[in-house]
């Protein structure tokens, strides 16, 4: 899988739009010290992925100004991991899934949540 | 001079199976805004999938939708197969094929029973359901359970088909076939059905594909995307070809579905005839590793599952990309302009499973 640089994003995102190719969506892999984010499109029946590596203490960038449809998953991955993008519209600001009593960014890996090794990482 | 008014559509409302909330924005009696509000039935699948046992997760998988368990055991299970690169039987791959075609009879004939009571047209509805029942029937015969089947695992299935039983289901199949013709035509001609759905909740081809629709909702808008097209399993040696309509409204989303029930019962006649002797299922073993995509067109659309393998059993990354959580910004996309008397159906037509778009 191909890997973008975060500065080169929306170049590479305006090409596949360009292309007329459909959103399909973002998976967020928590990489304890970073985040992964897999972007995924269909470009005629085609699964065109390419990840990006994205802090966990700074904003990210939002597609939605260019796919309308990535505001969903965006602000799910807010929701869940706690990674924010700028300029997401709309913006649920954390709580698209989650109420306000709820946990905070439930899928972030904890350190021994798995049981004996398995998540020493 | 019209005044703003925000009119909570759901949690809870009759056309809703599960819960979501629009927040409508109307004036007058046109809505001219929608803001979705998640969240009522999130149960964070995902994150207990990276807790458990990877063969575990076959179950929980299951239970992601109750409507469409099975596709997403065999995509589970496929995506794990790829890790283990475990090759499966050619007849494991036919039944599997058999199962879910018949998930999709099921879930149309619901959804358009349902579809047919949010405009008031009850016998419609009881009849769709009574067809419905015999599918179920079918499932329960080949599978033992009428929804939850819990037959397809990691390397194959746990039941076969016996020959007595593969020439019932081709019978039955005909059967159901012959019933569901007999009471499809309102679906097309019904002057009270084409009155509140022609021409209500357009979805122009154009904004079906840069807004990401999926499924019948997609293919209603005249693109032909079908991820059976990638001829996963065994739908490249089935004759196979997606059902499109043009008018992008909320009746030719229903035609689609009558149409897809048609050309679901005549796939699993195909696979019935075809199916390979042999075993159904391979043994493995070996540890995960890599990571893998996959898509399987469910009966709302195109699904999409992610699997990242982990250091012992349990896997690292778990993520579903269901068909109805691609739908919803469609959905966004048709509501304004139209009357708040439409909204139900409008909502309706995209076959909104809200316990899958949450997980």
């Known amino acids: ?121 | 001079m019209s005044f703003r008014t925000i009119i909570p559509f759901g949690p809870q409302h009759p056309v809703f199976p599960e819960p979501i909330q629009l927040k409508l924005a109307v004036e007058d009696e046109k809505v001219v805004e929608a803001i979705p509000g998640l969240g009522y039935v999130h149960r964070g699948l995902e994150k207990g999938a990276e807790l458990n046992d990877y063969v575990k997760n076959i179950y929980l998988a299951e239970r992601v939708c109750g409507i469409c368990s099975f596709i997403h055991s065999w995509t589970y299970c496929s995506c794990i197969e790829t890790l283990l690169q475990v090759e499966v039987p050619p007849r494991a791959e036919f039944l599997r094929l058999v199962f879910s075609e018949l998930s999709r009879v099921h879930s149309h004939l619901l959804w358009l029973g349902l579809y047919a009571d949010a405009f008031g047209f009850e016998s419609l509805f009881m009849q769709c359901w009574r067809v419905r029942e015999r599918s179920l029937d079918m499932q329960e015969a080949g599978g033992g359970g009428r929804v939850i089947l819990s037959t397809c695992t990691i390397g194959g299935m746990r039941k076969d088909l016996d020959e007595d039983m593969r020439r019932a289901f081709i019978k039955e199949v005909a059967e159901i076939r012959r019933d569901f013709q007999q009471i499809m035509t309102p679906f097309f001609e019904d002057y009270s059905i084409k009155k509140r759905t022609v021409g209500i909740g357009v979805l122009t081809k154009e904004d079906a594909q840069s807004l990401g629709a999926v499924g019948p909702v997609l293919r209603a808008s005249g693109v032909a995307g079908d991820t059976r097209l990638l001829g996963y399993g065994p739908y490249r040696e089935v004759d196979f070809e997606p059902v499109v309509e043009a008018g992008g409204d909320c009746h030719s989303r229903g035609k689609v579905r009558v149409r897809e029930v048609l050309r679901a019962l005549d796939l699993i006649t195909q696979a019935l005839e075809r199916l390979p002797e042999g075993e159904i299922k391979t043994n493995f073993r070996g540890k995960l590793n890599g990571e893998v995509f996959q898509r399987m067109e469910q009966p709302r659309g195109e699904m999409l599952y992610y699997v990242k393998a982990g250091s012992n059993r349990s896997l690292d990354r778990f993520r579903i990309r269901t068909p109805t959580f691609a739908n919803i910004p469609p959905l966004l996309k048709m509501l304004p302009g139209c009357d708040l008397a439409d909204v139900p159906v409008i909502v309706l037509s995209i076959d909104p499973c809200i316990s899958c778009a949450e997980r």
């Open chain 1, 1 to 121: 899988m191909n890997e973008v640089q975060k500065d080169q994003l929306l170049d590479e995102v305006q090409n596949l739009w360009d292309n007329r190719s459909r959103f399909v969506t973002i998976t967020c892999v928590d990489l304890v010290d970073e985040f992964d984010l897999i972007y995924s499109f269909d470009h005629n029946m085609e699964l065109v992925n390419f990840r990006v590596k994205a802090d966990k203490d700074r904003p990210f960038i939002s597609i939605s100004g260019i796919y309308a449809a990535s505001f969903l998953v965006e602000n799910e991955i807010q929701d869940q991991f706690g990674l924010k993008f700028e300029n997401l519209e709309p913006d649920f600001k954390g709580f698209l899934l989650l109420s306000q009593d709820g946990p905070r960014t439930p899928m972030l890996r904890k350190v021994g949540e798995r049981g004996k090794q398995e998540d020493v990482v």
